[in-house]
């Protein structure tokens, strides 16, 4: 009995020794995995972590830059919510942060939102010099040491830390993305667009880096991450929000709004972030314009955005406001045309974007540059905001923004009358002139 009973402290001793051996081996050989090792504890270390802790690694030699710059800003979609074989990928997280030093409190970290079949990648960008560098993690070579971690962990983590970067990674590029550059010489940019140098996340890092080196805030940040770029659309929305405090300010808006998106665009996304009006709180909700619609808009409301219906919890008063926002002002401040929205056979898709992203900064803190008014209204009972929210009305044309199909309808017949009433007239006339020059 007493023999079995040491066999079994031997054996014991034996696996907690490997299991510490083997976690003092891998900082011992790699020291710049201490401070990680340390914050995720030697027993939870994941090849993971180590992916994060590699692409890290590699960019901060790549750029020269040490741990902490807070002039690095770090992107990736790491655990947002990208799988790799099953396995979720949130540990990159920590490898990445203990590693860069970059943090969403420093505000030089975005977790790029991307959908869960997306490769796992990292961006860093220098602000210094304009430079940024992308890692694309191989995801067979992931999966294959994330299902030996579940066997052999110490041997797993060691083999992994010994790959080169290139087996680990299977895009690697390092580009200057400055929009300076970029706007004023295009074309070999076009290039790397087509390219996919960043693996199809060009326009997303390119813009998110621009825009952060000009000072992006907080809650814009957040904005960002959910919509996964930045283009003149978000900043309407944030430009939006913005108004929507100072001319229907609501302590409670996630209780209090209901947000009609008429029409929706990249807009809404901000007002979900912002104010918590998700269409799962059903406090969103989503109406599209057709063309024919769309024409049938009068002039001051054709660039018509979101009526927003405040129900105040303490007073039960109900009143709402319906917003526009001026997109001419934003084409003619910015120098950029329409038609270059719609061009994505050359760069223009992508410059426009760029340049009015740029431009728009300025007016971050007055909205009501581009943001107005187009009507107030009270509503009576909730019936009334039932109504407008629900299928198959269109609320603009409750609320009076615009005439309804069978209005619109009448219009034309009765400038026809109009038309003909002004031609009987007109030969009238004539004809009694000529009388008159008979006699």
């Known amino acids: 009995m007493m023999v079995k009973r040491r066999t079994v402290v031997v054996i014991l001793a034996i696996f907690l020794c490997s299991a ?3 976690s003092a081996t891998i900082v011992s050989d790699y020291p710049g995995l201490e401070p990680l090792v340390e914050f995720v504890g030697a027993d939870d270390l994941s090849v993971l972590d180590l992916v994060g802790f590699k692409a890290a690694d590699r960019a901060m030699k790549e750029l020269s830059v040490g741990k902490g710059d807070t002039n690095i800003l770090v992107l990736t979609d790491a655990g947002y ?8 990928t949130e540990k990159a997280l ?3 942060m203990q590693t860069s030093g970059a943090s969403r409190g420093k505000g030089n970290l975005i977790n790029v939102h991307k959908p869960y079949n997306a490769p796992l990648w990292f961006a860093f960008f220098d602000n210094g010099s304009k430079d940024c560098i992308y890692l694309e993690a191989n ?7 994330l299902d030996r971690e579940e066997i052999e962990r110490a041997a797993a983590l060691s083999d992994f830390m010994n790959l080169e970067d290139d087996e680990i990674f299977i895009r690697i590029a390092k580009k200057n993305i400055g929009a300076d550059k970029l706007l004023s010489d295009p074309e070999p940019w076009q290039e790397q667009m087509i390219a996919k140098v960043f693996g199809g996340n060009e326009f997303s890092i390119i813009t998110l880096c621009n825009v952060w080196a000009r000072g992006l805030p907080n809650d814009f940040l957040k904005c960002a991450e959910l919509h996964d770029h930045i283009c003149p659309g978000l900043t309407s929305g944030y430009l939006i929000a913005e108004y929507l405090k100072e001319e229907l300010p609501s302590s409670d808006p996630r209780r209090e709004y209901t947000v009609i998106a008429i029409p929706s665009w990249c807009k809404d996304d901000v007002l979900i972030t912002i104010f918590e009006t ?3 709180h059903k406090r969103m909700f989503v109406k599209w314009l057709t063309r024919e619609q769309m024409q049938m808009l009068p ?7 979101n009526i927003v219906i405040k129900e105040d919890q303490k007073t039960g008063k109900r009143e709402g406001i319906v ?3 001026n997109w001419d002002k934003v084409f003619e401040g910015s120098g950029t045309n329409a038609t270059d929205l719609r061009d994505f056979g050359t760069y223009k898709w992508w410059w426009v974007r760029l340049k009015q ?11 009501e540059t581009f943001v107005s008014t187009l009507k107030r209204f009270t509503v009576d009972s909730p019936a009334e905001i039932e109504k407008l929210k629900s299928a198959g009305v269109n609320p603009l044309v409750e609320l009076g923004i615009m005439p309804g199909k069978a209005e619109a309808e009448k219009t034309p017949s009765i400038l026809w009358l109009g038309v003909i009433a002004v031609i009987v007239v007109a030969a009238a006339l004539v004809y009694a002139a000529r009388r008159r020059k008979a006699r």
Request: glycine fraction near 12%; hydrophobic fraction near 40%; aromatic fraction near 14%.
């Open 94 to 96: 920590d490898g990445l």
């Open 20 to 22: 510490v051996t083997g």
């Open 81 to 88: 919510v990208p799988e790799i074989g099953g396995y979720t």
């Open 323 to 325: 917003l526009a926002f």
């Open 278 to 280: 998700n269409v799962g």
């Open 139 to 145: 995801s067979e070579v992931l999966k294959t040491y």
């Open 357 to 367: 992203d740029m431009w728009m900064m300025d007016y971050l803190d007055r909205p």
């Open 299 to 305: 002039k001051e409301a054709k660039y018509v955005a």
